[in-house]
């Protein structure tokens, strides 16, 4: 099941920052300052995850640009100055992933055995695992280890964990690279044991985020938890993308009674068809507040969200969310 929402906010005001910083995984470097555009910080983990910035301060992320990692902030802003994450430069939002694509040459692989072939998966994010591996559309299908990867992997699209290392089917004497030649790419997803949260908002408060695109996990995509408070999640799009059952959720707010957490411009209706400004019917109301009132004629009642920006015509999230109410009238 995958769950994807877009967020707009609009009328963001606008505040001085006690400093500024840039990152750019594919041109900056951990050893730079990361105080300018012309030399921006490379990862996350070396510079944000572990740092301390102050209320103000903000956090530029490079459009067209990737990363393979966690965002965990780890310093709260204050009211009138929050801690932002944002977007610089011009294209694509700035995307944050779990995958961990193998590089599809015939270098990245080794012969084992049999039908067997390892190839080492490159990952920063810490106590990692693999439950799901695409190759090119098709997701394939873990076996155990059981005894060796190499006695569990018999046909095609077969794969097997062991450590960090990926074991694929493909016959002795000829390269996974030209065995999955038409589907292009074998693209492990990385997760972990309790979870993995791309970005994780836990016990900070007072930050804002906008203009970032979290895509391609098998759990949370933006995780809020802990005494987490007073949050602003504005343009972004969080999609899992990858079928792990109940999972994944593109933004789950699980915190110790918060008091703001701001998202806005729903459209509900009655039924998950219908979306858009030129279709009335099965429409409960459109909504550009954090709170409303939805209409309620009997005990359990099924609603459907869904988050629209203020263009002309209004732009959409690509899923909706279910909203199932039980209680007394």
């Known amino acids: 099941m995958r769950h994807a929402f877009i967020i707009f906010v609009l009328g963001l005001s606008s505040m001085a920052a006690a400093a500024t910083y840039y990152v750019s995984s594919s041109g900056g470097s951990d050893t730079n300052s990361g105080t300018s555009t012309s030399s921006p910080w490379k990862t996350f983990a070396a510079h944000i995850n572990g740092g301390t910035f102050a209320a103000g301060d903000v956090i530029y992320l490079k459009r067209g640009d990737t990363w393979n990692e966690q965002l965990i902030p780890p310093s709260s802003g204050t009211q009138g100055s929050p801690i932002s994450f944002d977007a610089y430069g011009s294209g694509a939002a700035p995307v944050i992933t779990a995958v961990a694509p193998i590089q599809f040459v015939s270098t990245s692989w080794t ?132 079928p792990a059952g109940v999972f994944p959720i593109g933004f789950w707010v699980n915190a110790t009674n918060p008091t703001t957490v701001q998202l806005l411009n729903d459209e509900v209706r009655a039924h998950d068809f219908g979306w858009g400004v030129a279709n009335d019917r099965n429409l409960l109301g459109r909504f550009n507040t954090q709170t409303f009132s939805l209409p309620r004629l009997a005990r359990t009642q099924n609603y459907f969200l869904r988050l629209y920006d203020a263009s002309s015509p209004p732009r959409y999230s690509r899923y909706a969310a279910a909203l199932h109410v039980d209680y007394p009238l």
């Open 111 to 242: 012969y084992i055995s049999g039908s067997t072939w390892r190839a080492t998966i490159a990952t920063t994010i810490s106590s990692p695992t693999v439950n799901e591996v695409q190759f090119g559309n098709l997701y394939g299908r873990k076996q155990p280890y059981g005894s060796g990867c190499a006695t569990s992997i018999v046909s095609k699209y077969d794969w097997c964990l062991s450590g960090m290392n990926l074991y694929v089917y493909s016959p002795a004497g000829t390269n996974p690279v030209v065995t999955y030649a038409t589907d292009g790419s074998i693209v492990p997803i990385i997760g972990q044991a309790a979870g993995l949260q791309m970005i994780n908002v836990n016990n900070v408060s007072w930050l804002t985020f906008q203009h970032i695109k979290v895509q391609n996990f098998d759990y949370v995509g933006v995780g809020v938890g802990g005494a987490s408070d007073n949050l602003v999640l504005a343009n972004m799009e969080s999609d899992g993308m990858v």
